[in-house]
């Protein structure tokens, strides 16, 4: 394991390099493409070092997923691959500048969920994503009073960046605190699962380096759990659990999946564990809501983003694959917004049953099954919904990793998706929509005839019939 930890890092420093020399700087050009990049200054070294430092992190995370000795080496692996990214200019996505400029549209009082980034405008309009800069922010009000308060401690962009990373860190912190409890609780390894969690190639490079609030959401909502399992008969315990999820839905709306599960952790009547958990979220998130003086806005903005077509959501990608086969018939043929509609209703549908079916385990087992059945939810979420940025991987990955080990096709899905975005930002996926929804949907029909017929296999093995 002394060979995974340090040829890991090696993958971390080729990766840092790629960032400083092609990451997503202010200056950087918006419409760069992998072949302006290759052509540009140091064009060869930044794919080349990125593309390898990613399959070398890749293979150090993959090979030691069931050999790690400890959760204290497994976090301290983690934490020293995770260090080069500190001081690092924003890598793998431009997101940061649209939080320095949600931050900044908040103190001169411009309200974010009524206005976009240009109404300000913005002191780094030019460095934020075109497609963002008229589109009113999805964030909750959690995460607009962090930005508020990074723009006004760090006062230049430097500064900023290196605060929104101490506060990715401490999301990640949550996350490495709570999780081994969860583990335990469902027979899993816990060193395993903070390696899983907490050691993937999504987590320095995008997660932290670009930085991402899921590290935010993610550590509030595995506290929140970790608090209800803990003590899931204390009221105390039950209210803060619950207030700990209502921060995490007031930076992404997301959690809100996860909190009817929690609800089946507690050991109460249903009505009170309702009423504790669903009033603590209810609570805190009221109390930022109130504090922040923002309202809701943030709600019908998170629609802004189906305009992204990309097949890397699923549900996409079959959609306009069907398109593609119906424009010979008809130029304005488009069946996107149709199968995402249908995605959102089996999802609906998905999570109703999942959480049906934690609450029908016995009551000794519900703790693992809601648990799981959180995990499965975010799942289902991330599968179905009509947009898939790479860091949404790491929502189920995060619980899975506690509730099963059974998550090698999620850990493919994070590998894959750490390699469709380049250091400055750019989706690999805009540029290969063809074939790339194709490709991926013929994937996903072979996927699902695999699984029917393992049902079916299933179904007809005769189990073996025991005596007394």
């Known amino acids: 394991m002394t060979f995974i930890r340090w040829f890991g890092l090696s993958g971390s420093v080729m990766l840092a390099v790629a960032g400083w020399l092609g990451g997503a700087h202010p200056d950087a050009d918006l419409r760069s493409t992998p072949v302006s990049i290759a052509q540009g200054p140091y064009g060869p070294a930044i794919l080349g070092l990125w593309l ?24 301290v692996t983690a934490l020293l691959w995770s260090l080069p990214f500190l001081l690092t200019p924003p890598v793998g996505s431009r997101d940061f500048y649209s939080y ?30 075109p497609i963002w800069r008229e589109s009113v922010t999805p964030y909750g009000p959690m995460f607009i009073l962090v930005a508020a308060f990074a723009v006004w401690l760090g006062s230049n962009l430097t500064t900023a960046l290196v605060l929104f ?64 399992v803990r003590a899931s008969s204390h009221p105390v315990a039950l209210v803060a659990g619950g207030a700990l999820l209502g921060l995490a839905f007031s930076v992404k709306a997301t959690t809100v999946v996860l909190i009817p599960f929690a609800v089946l952790i507690a050991a109460r009547s249903f009505l009170a564990a309702t009423a504790l958990v669903g009033g603590g979220a209810l609570a805190s998130f009221g109390v930022v809501t109130v504090t922040s003086g923002l309202g809701f806005g943030w709600v019908p903005a998170m629609q802004g983003s189906v305009s992204l077509i990309q097949f890397s959501s699923p549900p996409t990608a079959v959609g306009m694959t069907i398109t593609y086969l119906g424009r010979p018939f008809s130029a304005d ?25 934690a ?22 979420f991330v599968v179905l919904s009509p947009v898939f940025h790479p860091w949404y991987a790491l929502w189920p990955l995060t619980f899975l990793a506690a509730t099963t080990v059974r998550n090698k096709a999620m850990m493919v899905i994070t590998i894959i998706s750490a390699f469709i975005v380049l250091p400055d930002g750019s989706g690999l996926t805009r540029f290969v929509k063809f074939p790339g929804a194709p490709i991926v949907t013929i994937v996903l029909i072979v996927l699902a005839v695999r699984y029917f017929r393992q049902r079916q296999a299933a179904a007809r093995t005769p189990h073996p019939v025991t005596t007394a």
């Open 52 to 75: 390898l430092g990613t399959a070398i992190q890749a293979y150090a995370w993959w090979s030691g997923r069931d050999r790690v000795p400890s959760v204290r080496w497994g976090l």
């Open 100 to 129: 320095w400029c949600q931050g900044e549209m908040f103190l001169h009082d411009i309200d974010p969920y009524r206005f976009g980034v240009d109404a300000l405008p913005c002191t780094y309009l030019e460095t934020v994503s």
């Open 359 to 380: 609450l029908r385990t016995p009551a000794q087992y519900r703790t693992r099954a809601a648990l799981r059945g959180a995990a499965l939810a975010l799942t289902a």
């Open 165 to 228: 990373r101490l506060v990715t860190l401490a999301g990640m912190a949550a996350i490495a605190a709570g999780l081994p409890a969860l583990a335990r609780r469902c027979g899993v390894d816990p060193q395993r699962a903070v390696w899983v969690a907490l050691a993937g190639p999504l987590i320095g490079a995008h997660l932290l380096g670009a930085p991402h609030n899921d590290a935010v959401m993610l550590g509030f909502a595995v506290l929140g759990f970790f608090v209800i």
């Open 333 to 357: 043929f488009n069946a996107v917004p149709f199968v995402r509609n249908v995605a959102l209703a089996l999802l609906a549908v998905t999570l109703v049953w999942l959480w049906v079916r």
